[in-house]
């Protein structure tokens, strides 16, 4: 009786499905969020039977900490010099990029290459957009414009803190782009930036979430606005209000693929890179949402947005007709000067008007 049972529950285990393990993936919510779940999450699960979840977090290494392994994070989508600073903590797996993408591909990253903990995987932009029913005439093309606020008055939504602000301070003094960080490493250059956005300050309205300054702009808080591109995208795309970006002055940053070192699924995480990085897999998720492929292949695999039919290599930040100065944001030097620039910036904030 007892042999029949245990045959019988062997036999069920062995017809039962195997029910695939999940991967729990760290990422950034919004359009972004619904364009790899599309584009990147859906067809792995396709292809290998494993579930991709997806939870939102705020990009810091902070988030991570706190975290990675209560929730139990398999792969993270964060910014480059997020995950030197995470790597240099410990908290990332080392990553064999060869051993993942093979080692002709290591040559067709652009702008940045992969790094100990890191490989990736888009290009963004931080770019000035403005609402056009505010300047029926001259429109802002430059980013001189953005502290101009007598020829383009009303105010300009800005992100909380240091990030972007300092370089657009230095270009509007003329700094080739070229020397930008190696200026703002010094207090010399952090003095002038500061020195120029003084002359804005009574126009900013700060945001904190990156969805805000096109809702700003959107509903008329501002005329003028730092953000990210595929934000201003959008809302240009639904029609309702018409903002447009001025490509001058743009800078170019880097989304990575990252592992958190509390994975308990190290290998399923690999598959999910090598499934990600590919050409293919990267202009699919280009031709969802204006963000750049990091992979120069992936570039002219790029179409029309399946949605809509709007052609969309024309609005990536890499795109090479936008002309204008143009920045890489230097994912080194963020790494390694945060405490200043928080430190510098929190200084102006409380200074008297």
């Not at 792995?44 to 990675?68: C, I, K, M, N, P």
């Not at 051993?99 to 932009?125: E, K, S």
Request: net charge neutral; aromatic share 10%.
């Amino acid at each position: 009786m007892l042999r029949s049972s245990l045959i019988t529950l062997w036999t069920v285990l062995l017809c039962a499905p195997m029910l695939a393990q999940d991967l729990t993936v760290a990422t950034w919510g919004g359009a972004y969020e619904a364009a790899q779940r599309k584009a990147v999450f859906a067809p792995f699960s396709e292809t290998t039977g494993h579930a991709v979840e997806a939870l939102q977090y705020d990009g810091t290494v902070a988030a991570l900490r706190d975290r990675a392994a209560a929730e139990g994070w398999d792969v993270i989508d964060m910014l480059a010099d997020q995950a030197r600073v995470a790597c240099a903590e410990g908290l990332l797996l080392r990553l064999d990029a060869q051993a993942l993408v093979g080692n002709a591909a290591m040559a067709d990253f652009a702008p940045h290459t992969p790094t100990r903990c890191a490989i990736p995987q888009n290009v963004y932009a931080r770019v000035m957009a403005y609402d056009e029913r505010a300047f029926p005439g001259i429109k802002p093309t430059r980013i001189e414009d953005f502290f101009d606020t007598t020829r383009f008055p009303g105010k300009r939504a800005v992100q909380h803190g240091p990030d972007g602000i300092l370089e657009w301070a230095l270009l509007a003094e003329g700094v080739p782009p070229e020397q930008v960080y190696g200026l703002l490493s010094t207090d010399r250059g952090l003095r002038l930036a500061f020195r120029k956005l003084d002359t804005i300050r009574e126009y900013i309205l700060w945001w904190d979430d990156p969805a805000q300054p096109a809702q700003m702009l959107a509903e008329g808080h501002a005329v003028m606005a730092s953000g990210f591109n595929g934000r201003f995208f959008d809302v240009a795309r639904r029609g309702a209000v018409p903002v447009d970006i001025a490509w001058d002055g743009r800078i170019i940053g880097t989304e990575v693929w990252a592992i958190p070192a509390t994975t308990e699924t190290a290998r399923l995480a690999r598959r999910f890179l090598v499934h990600a990085l590919q050409p293919a897999i990267m202009a699919r998720f280009s031709e969802r949402i204006p963000y750049g492929p990091a992979r120069k292949s992936a570039f002219e695999r790029i179409g029309l947005n399946p949605e809509t039919g709007i052609p969309m290599r024309v609005h990536l930040p890499n795109a090479p007709q936008h002309g204008g100065r143009a920045l890489v944001r230097d994912a080194a030097w963020y790494a390694n000067t945060r405490a200043l620039r928080q430190r510098r910036f929190q200084s102006w904030l409380d200074q008297e008007e």
